[in-house]
Structures are given as C-alpha cells and as structure tokens.
C-alpha cells in the first residue's frame, strides 16, 4: 500500500486541482485511485455518505483502518477545516510521500549485494574451488608422496 501511495496523492492532487470539491475528489479517487489505496477512499465515501462530515471521515479512517494514510487525512481535514488551501499542501505531500517511496527503494537495492552473497558463496565459490584450487593442491599433495630420485 505504501508503494501506491505517492500515486494516489498525486492523483488526488490532479483531482483537485482540476476544480473538484473535497467531497468530489475522494467519491472519485474511491473509484480510480490505483490498487490498495482504492479500499481506504471507498470506505471514506461510505461514511461520508452515511453523513459523516468529510473531515471526521477521514480521521475516523485514519484512527480505525490505515495509518499511512495519516498525514495525507491530516492535510485534507486541515484545509476543510480552517479553510487553507488544498493543493500546495497537497503538492507538498505528494513530493514527500514520493521521497520516502525513493528512500525505501533505495534501502531495498542496498540490501541487494547481501541477498547476492548467498548464490555466489553457495554455488560459484565450490565450482571454483573445485576447477582452479583442487588441481594445484592435488598436484602439491602427489609431488609430496612420491621419492625426489
């Protein structure tokens, strides 16, 4: 879910920007917001629509279900709230939550050279051994056993 995220912010960001109401923008991103996201946005719409306020919605979302969806709720219940504006917030959130999918990325291909230790110790290493050292330990152990005359 956290791998989506950034793209649901950013497409909730487009919505948006696009002259969608709050209310507008979650019904949709309930219906196109991509993979895991979908559910969370669909049960806000659930709530909404059983006359929950948007903004206790989201929190209630966020206390009850998924809470990586906190900071992105904190903002939208923030701007429906107090009246601050949505997208620039909402840009900024996208651009972290972006940089944290990067970072996590990135401390994933770090663990790469550990994951490839194992078939290269395990399959290469006794291969080696075998072709290039076995040859010359055998040729040292023979020349040992047998009269220099």
């Known amino acids: 879910m956290h791998a989506a995220l950034p793209d649901a912010v950013d497409l909730l960001v487009l919505m948006i920007?696009?002259?969608?109401?709050?209310?507008?923008?979650?019904?949709?991103?309930?219906?196109?917001?991509?993979?895991?996201?979908?559910?969370?946005?669909?049960?806000?719409v659930r709530r909404v629509d059983r006359g929950i306020v948007l903004a206790d919605a989201l929190d209630?979302?966020?206390?009850?279900?998924?809470?990586?969806y906190a900071w992105v709720a904190d903002a939208l219940t923030t701007s429906e709230?107090?009246?601050?504006?949505?997208?620039?917030?909402?840009?900024?959130?996208?651009?972290e939550a972006r940089r944290r999918r990067r970072a996590d990325a990135e401390a994933h291909a770090r663990t790469l050279p550990v994951r490839?230790?194992?078939?290269?110790v395990v399959c290469i290493l006794p291969a080696f051994v075998l072709v290039a050292i076995a040859p010359a330990v055998m040729a040292a152990l023979s020349s040992l056993g047998s009269p220099p005359w």
């Open 116 to 120: 490839l230790s194992f078939p290269l």
């Open 17 to 44: 920007r696009s002259g969608l109401t709050p209310h507008l923008a979650v019904r949709a991103m309930a219906r196109r917001a991509p993979g895991p996201t979908r559910d969370g946005f669909d049960a806000v």
């Open 60 to 68: 209630a979302l966020v206390a009850a279900t998924v809470p990586a």
């Open 81 to 95: 709230r107090h009246g601050t504006p949505r997208a620039p917030v909402l840009d900024q959130l996208a651009l």
